[in-house]
């Protein structure tokens, strides 16, 4: 059964870059795609991007150039950067496993608050 | 892309049955057999409980089932459980490789 748990800072000041890292365990990073999801407080959720093994991303057009899926030198951690970040990017940020079109496996989820 | 529609709440007693409306447009719902629907209890991650439409993962309860008519698919829940008071959230592959969820509907078991 693959585990995975999000770890970085929770808060971040506005214009500066929001880092996470999603650690996966149980199961190999291999063959899968992996995603970032937020949840805005009180909101639903919000598909961020997905980055495949082998490096290939895919991104919600919403973030567009502000965001950056890549896999760590580890090859159990994956890592989101959202650069340029304001109130609005204050949410509960999950990892999860994409098997194509669904989520099979979600992390417990981190609270990042955007405020100087 | 706009987030599919659910109802923000719906209800039932214990022993009856529900169901969750979860509409979008030709350019996802309509377009593609990758509705998926997740259950998120309170300060949890969610969880998958069917996927492509009507597909019910391994150790997800027969009493959870999914369909489709259009732009519109559905979840439903039959036998209902006061464990299964929980938010319940759609989500679609959608035209250009991305995928877009609902806003959520809230279950509450009477």
């Known amino acids: 059964q693959v585990q995975l748990q999000e770890s970085g800072p929770g808060l971040v000041k506005p214009s500066e870059t929001l880092s996470l890292s999603c650690t996966v365990s149980?199961?190999?990073?291999?063959?899968?795609?992996w995603s970032w999801i937020r949840q805005s407080p009180g909101k639903g959720l919000e598909w961020i991007g997905y980055?495949?093994?082998?490096?290939?991303?895919n991104y919600n057009p919403s973030f567009n150039s502000r965001v950056t899926i890549s896999v760590g030198t580890s090859k159990s951690q994956f890592s989101l950067k959202l650069s340029s970040v304001t109130a609005a990017d204050t949410a509960v940020y999950y990892c999860?496993?994409?098997?194509?079109?669904?989520?099979?496996?979600w992390g417990q989820g981190t609270l990042v608050t955007v405020s100087s | 892309q706009s987030a599919l529609t659910q109802p923000a709440s719906v209800s039932g007693s214990p022993g009856q049955s529900i169901t969750i409306s979860c509409t979008g447009t030709?350019?996802?719902?309509?377009?593609?057999?990758?509705v998926s629907w997740y259950q998120q209890h309170p300060g949890k991650g969610p969880k998958l409980m069917i996927y492509?439409?009507?597909e019910r993962p391994s150790g997800v309860s027969h009493r959870f089932s999914g369909s489709k008519a259009g732009d519109t698919a559905s979840l439903t829940i039959s036998g209902l459980q006061a464990e299964d008071e929980a938010d319940y959230y759609c989500?679609?592959?959608?035209?250009?490789?991305?995928?877009?969820f609902g806003g959520g509907t809230k279950l509450t078991v009477l």
């Open positions: 030709s350019s996802d719902v309509g377009s593609y057999n990758l």
């Open positions: 149980g199961g190999s990073i291999s063959s899968y795609y």
């Open positions: 999860a496993r994409q098997l194509v079109d669904y989520f099979d496996s």
């Open positions: 492509e439409d009507s």
């Open positions: 980055i495949y093994y082998t490096g290939t991303t």
């Open positions: 989500c679609s592959y959608a035209r250009g490789s991305t995928w877009v």
